[in-house]
């Protein structure tokens, strides 16, 4: 048994947030005891306990990233799924859906297998596979979405690309919505990219870069939101960038569409003025924007139209990152930063409550994919994230467990660190 006392518990599906005391029992939550009720009534007639001290510490459901690159197979020299999950782990993420981009691609039931059983050997948290959408990502033929399902994938995705022809992505569709799973959309018009490496507008012109405009997502997000309508698929857009995705995604909640959608943290606290110079620590896909779509997806995050933050995490080597805008990858780590960040930028700042960042990083997650996850309730499996808020300190790269150590973030001021990680009540991370 393992009683974490005296810790704010903020539990978004049960509405607690308030100082408890949480009884884990076989890897399961036993109970939370609101309060600072007496240890020893706690502890009567049982024989071997441990005991956690988190006062003046925070309790948040595990986190939930739908959107991480783990690179393996094909891109080691990047990132691994030891590395990778360890980074999550970290970064307070127990649940993690590593995309389907890799060498080869996750697009069968026996790289969904192999990813599965691999995991197992190496990951400290819970792994999710995505499936593509269609064999090799080449957009051309769709692949076996049921045997997918049957390993263990709970999403398909093209990310990285987007599938531009709508009948094999409608086909797709069909049958994601016939095993109830989710598609999780990458909105890009690859034929309005142009060779674009940031967004369009002052900074691409001083550095001499092909810009990237909001209609190369927006495009998408509208094609997307229409098929999933026809097909009767659960969406959710991937990286939401632009003020006109928001206002999409609203419309379609409207209409009781099954659309989620997710915002990143370097999309809701950076725009394109503060990249400084030619530095591909800033060159991720879709691009910094605007400060106007910064202020709507923020508007998006606070309102609930937008429902849940996601990491994008995106490892590469230093090597590749030093060629600059022009030729360096999209792409930033994010496993280890995102609850500092949407803390500091979202909670901190007085818009969103502790509640709703639960929810946004925990709760509806779970509930995109569909699993009994993000809560702290009475029975559910103990995976769960002991915080400190209160002080400030500055992200340093150099310290990441992740292999890629790519992120505009450093030396970036925040509040919000994990001081442990339970996976089914196991500490796998203790800062």
């Keep these: 048994m393992i009683i974490i006392k005296n810790g704010h518990v903020v539990d978004p599906k049960n509405k607690i947030d308030e100082v408890c005391t949480v009884v884990i029992k076989d890897g399961v939550i036993e109970s939370i005891i609101k309060g600072n009720k ?30 991480v690159h783990l690179r393996e197979p094909g891109f080691e020299h990047k990132e691994t799924i030891k590395t990778g999950s360890m980074a999550a782990a970290k970064g307070g993420f127990t649940t993690i859906c590593p995309m389907p981009n890799t060498k080869p691609a996750t697009d069968s039931p026996q790289m969904v297998k192999w990813i599965m059983d691999k995991a197992k050997e190496v990951s400290p ?15 051309t033929t769709v692949t076996d979405i049921e045997g997918m399902v049957k390993e263990g994938a709970l999403a398909i995705s093209e990310d990285g690309k987007s599938v531009m022809d709508s009948a094999v992505y409608a086909k797709a569709m069909k049958e994601a919505a016939r095993l109830g799973i989710v598609v999780l959309a990458h909105c890009e018009d690859k034929n309005l990219v142009r060779g674009g490496v940031a967004n369009a507008g002052a900074f691409a012109d001083k550095i001499g870069v092909n810009g990237i405009t909001n209609q190369v997502e927006d495009i998408i997000v509208a094609r997307d939101i229409l098929l999933a309508k026809e097909t009767g698929a659960k969406l959710h857009l991937c990286h939401c960038s632009t003020k006109d995705s928001v206002k999409m995604v609203e419309l379609a909640k409207k209409e009781g569409l099954f659309v989620t959608a997710e915002v990143c943290p370097h ?75 949407s803390y500091t930028e979202l909670v901190k700042k007085g818009k969103l409550s502790l509640l709703d960042l639960a929810d946004r990083m925990s709760l509806t997650p779970a509930k995109v994919l569909g699993i009994d996850k993000g809560h702290l309730s009475k029975g559910a499996v103990a995976d769960l994230v002991i915080c400190d808020i209160d002080t400030e ?23 919000g660190t994990i001081e442990k990680t339970l996976v089914s009540g196991k500490v796998v991370y203790d800062r």
Excluded: W
């Design 393 to 415: 300190y500055a992200i340093n790269s150099e310290e990441f467990v992740s292999m890629g150590k790519n992120t505009p973030f450093n030396n970036y001021k925040v509040y």
């Design 38 to 67: 007496a240890l020893e009534d706690v502890v009567n007639n049982v024989a071997d306990y441990e005991i956690i001290d988190a006062t003046d510490k925070y309790i948040f459901p595990g986190f939930i990233d739908l959107h």
């Design 267 to 341: 999309h809701f606290t950076l725009t394109t003025e503060d990249i400084p110079c030619d530095d591909a620590n800033y060159k991720m896909n879709p691009p910094l924007r605007e400060r106007e779509d910064v202020d709507a997806l923020k508007e998006g995050l606070y309102s609930g139209v937008m429902g849940c933050i996601s990491t994008d995490h995106a490892p590469h080597s230093a090597e590749e990152k030093a060629l600059g805008f022009a030729k360096a990858p999209f792409g930033i780590t994010g496993l280890e930063t995102a609850f500092a960040l």
């Design 125 to 139: 948290v819970n792994i999710v596979p995505v499936g593509a959408v269609t064999l090799g990502q080449e957009g």
